[in-house]
């Protein structure tokens, strides 16, 4: 049980020194471009980027919504009344058929709602 915790500490230091000595590295390059005479003002600037940003999280929250409606829905037909017996072979193929169905749709509905607004008239 402490190897375990060993490892989660393990996990969190190495991530907390991979971000600590990155920011060290960017600091210490910036210090060397003024010392040179590189304008400041040129690290803090906006880039302007071809390309939109995605935003991966509403996709996924999309993806999760369509599949816990799907499971929701599989669980909600199998456990109709009349239809126990019925459903004994087929009831968990109708579960992972509604929840993939249902996820399908959400991660096309992502799709829609990220997709950008053409501009042209």
Sequence with gaps: MIGIAFIWLGLFAAAFFAWYFFIQARNKERLA???KGADAANFFAKKESKKRFSFPWMKFGLLLCGLGFGLGIGLFVI???GLERSMEDVGPGIVFATTFIFGGIGMMLSHYVDKPKSTEV
Excluded: D, K, M, R
Aim: net charge negative; charged share 15%.
């Design 33 to 35: 471009l003024i010392e």
């Design 79 to 81: 456990s109709l009344p």
